[in-house]
Nanobody
Framework: QVQLVESGGGLVQAGGSLRLSCAAS????????MGWFRQAPGKEREFVAA????????YYSDSVKGRFTISRDNAKNTVYLQMNSLKPEDTAVYYC?????????????????WGQGTQVTVSS
């Protein structure tokens, strides 16, 4: 079993930055791809970014490409999401997830473990 705990969310003005962290415990996730998803009120959960088990491959949704950066530190069993140039439409609950498909995936159903989420609110 893998437990994932997100942190770093909060309230920020448009144009600002936040760095989300996701700490894994219970089992090492060094062989897992990791992803970030988000869900805004009244909307479906959507893919944001993913990183392969080695960190050599990263993937982003078109809406965040060039503004967000996903990274991981396997020694710390932690994955990060650096979010810059935030927009009000980035407001959502952000979820960290782990996938046994180690190369990385944009697909929700390929993720096996999920965190509880952290709220990000961007004011205009």
């Amino acid at each position: 079993q893998v437990q994932l705990v997100e942190s770093g969310g909060g309230l920020v003005q448009a144009g600002g930055s936040l760095r989300l962290s996701c700490a894994a415990s219970g089992r090492t996730v060094t062989s897992y791809a990791m992803g970030w998803f988000r869900q805004a009120p009244g909307k479906e959960r959507e893919f944001v970014a993913a990183i392969s088990w080695s960190g050599s491959s990263t993937y982003y949704s078109d809406s965040v490409k060039g503004r967000f950066t996903i990274s991981r530190d396997n020694a710390k069993n932690t994955v990060y999401l650096q979010m810059n140039s935030l927009k009000p439409e980035d407001t959502a609950v952000y979820y960290c997830a782990a996938s046994g498909y180690g190369l990385g995936s944009r697909k929700i159903y390929e993720y096996d473990y999920w965190g509880q989420g952290t709220q990000v609110t961007v004011s205009s």
